[in-house]
């Protein structure tokens, strides 16, 4: 693949910079007591499962793929369409 863009451009606003240390890797109720688990849903349907447009960049040390950038953009697979996430606290048990 042709390295047309040398430079990594700068995210656009409303972008977020993804903590490279700590990936929401950790295993469920890790933090449960800090802070408690949330789910995003859809907007327009409720439904779960929430994907995000993303950045990821290669690490040379990690060889893996990291996610450096969020944006905003979230769509919805159950009812296939842009929507915005909703904050939905998770029950415990
Ligand atoms: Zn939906």
New binding site residues.
Partial sequence: MPRAVPRKPAPPAGASQVALSSPRTAPLGAAADATPPIDYV?E????PGMTRDAWAEWSTTEQRWQLTTLFDFAF?H??H?P?RLVVHPLRKG
């Fill in positions: 859809c327009h349907c409720g439904a919805c159950m009812c369409r929507t």
